[in-house]
């Protein structure tokens, strides 16, 4: 969470199978290639910009697998 509140949210580095709402900060999805990935995180308010790295290992990747998904609110 952003010291002061965010207002505006962006990432860099997103898996394939991945999709990001910048208006609610969310990452969402079911990554479709299997491997480690770092994914940037960035907050900005009038404060300044924050960044983050989250470190994402997708195992595996098969559609018959598994059904779940990733929800990662910023």
Known sequence: TAVGGATTYSVADLPAGLTFDAT?????????????YAIVLQATNALGTG??????????ARADCCKSSLIYRI
């Open 24 to 36: 609610t900060g969310t990452i969402s999805g079911s990554p479709t290639t299997a491997g480690e």
């Open 51 to 60: 960044a983050e790295v989250l470190r994402l290992r997708v195992i595996s």
